[in-house]
């Protein structure tokens, strides 16, 4: 008789389990952005304009590579980041996620890897929010001499 396989017909496979997580974690970073955004502005719509940032600042380097920005920081109101609190590092990444997906969906390159941060801001009125970015180089790793 054969050993139990996790990847039959029935069961979830790694691959799987990893993507009910994934799927998690992008409803609760949604359900995050929706607290706080609301009531003007809306969960998608911020993951709207980090794509809208990523394709009105394209720049061509040659046939089939464009490179986009891969900093963004999303300035928010005070009240707003306090309200994230200790989640707003969590849900860089997420967003982040959502840039590499819309990159590659474009040919889109990077310089470096992408980082979405978010930091509070007074001059941001209460339910809104402010993209900036830019093209940070990824940096070299430390160089290996021969001894």
């Not at 009910?20 to 992008?26: I, L, Q, S």
């Not at 994230?84 to 860089?92: E, N, V």
């Amino acid at each position: 008789m054969a050993a139990h396989d996790p990847d039959e017909v029935g069961q979830p496979s790694a691959m799987g389990k990893m993507g009910n997580v994934e799927k998690v974690m992008e409803k609760w970073a949604a359900d995050l952005v929706d607290r706080v955004f609301r009531p003007k502005r809306e969960s998608v719509e911020v993951v709207s304009t980090l794509r809208r940032e990523c394709d009105d600042n394209i720049m061509i380097l040659g046939r089939g590579r464009t490179l986009v920005p891969n900093a963004f920081t999303v300035a928010l109101p005070q009240k707003s980041h306090r309200e994230l609190g200790s989640h707003a590092p969590q849900l860089g990444p997420v967003l982040a996620a959502k840039v590499r997906d819309h990159a590659a969906s474009h040919s889109y390159v990077f310089a470096g890897p992408v980082t979405v941060t978010l930091e509070p801001d007074p001059t941001v009125d209460p339910g809104g929010y402010r993209i900036q970015s830019s093209i940070v180089p990824a940096r070299p790793g430390p160089r290996m001499t021969a001894g």
